[in-house]
């Protein structure tokens, strides 16, 4: 276990050197992968191949969908679904039940499926909704989608090695993945906003691993050990990575979940985590556990709990 000081720290790793087998340096930063891992759950990490020009582009994508007319953003509205594809305006989530909905706005995607493919018929690969402006943002959002998918692989090896499992170790449950990218619009925190107001209120991701590219605008918060809340600063071409409950519980806790959240303030913020989970019948049991958790139950049960038009949609 780290001590207090080193915990305190989210560490910073070079992943042009992680991916890199045949470098000296290379166990000096799985050391810090493991830090991350199991003492704060979350890392910052750079030199990934996606550079700043990359995660700005399709960060300015996404902020020109957002700044569009509400009625036109109502064209694909997730809350007419029973998925979680599409645009959710703010207050469609709440993360956190004793506080209120996150003001925040999103835009949801995930892998592209043929219409005949049958995984298209589970909600965890439903069909994307995708707005006619900005003209080009279903491409740039797809070519992000896979770009950032192929990293998020990457890393989550270095982490099974970190760990002290083969680097494959996870390679196999990742063939289809349950993985969802999102657009986070964080406008200027209301002038009438509480103690329970938050662009998204204290939570744990909910899945595996979390990619977060952001525009570099201060924001992100995660709960150390010791209960005190410290900023998370990346900017274009530096990503925070995260591990969620789903991780935590497949590895027996050998992998920790933090909680994080955005307060706000007054400038708006943009980010765009990618939630990088296996596909959807792979056990996530700790090892030698004789009871089943299949991955994308647990996934529906947690949207169950946070997006509201699904709540809404149970009721009836």
Known sequence: MADVSSAMKVPEIDASILFDTESPRRRAELEKVRAAAIDVGFMTVSGTGIDARAVEHVLDTYRRFFLLPTAVKQACDMSITGS???????????????????????????????????????????????????????????????????VALRLLSAVAEAIGERASHFDDKFDQPMALLRGNYYPPRPSDATRDDFGIAPHTDYGCLTLLATDGTPGLEVTVRDGEWIPVLAPPGTFAVNFGEMIEHWTAGRVVATPHRVVGGQAERLSVPLFFNPRHDVNIAPPGSEHVMLAGEHLARRYDETYLHRQSNARR
């Open 84 to 150: 979680n594809r599409g645009w959710g305006a703010s207050g469609a989530e709440q993360v956190d039940p004793n506080a209120n909905p996150d003001y925040k706005e999103v835009f949801d995607s995930g892998p592209e499926l043929s219409s005949g493919d049958p995984l298209s018929r589970l909600r965890y690969y439903a069909p994307n909704r995708w707005p006619d402006e900005p003209r080009e943002f279903r491409s740039t959002v797809i070519d992000y989608y896979e770009r950032a998918g192929a």
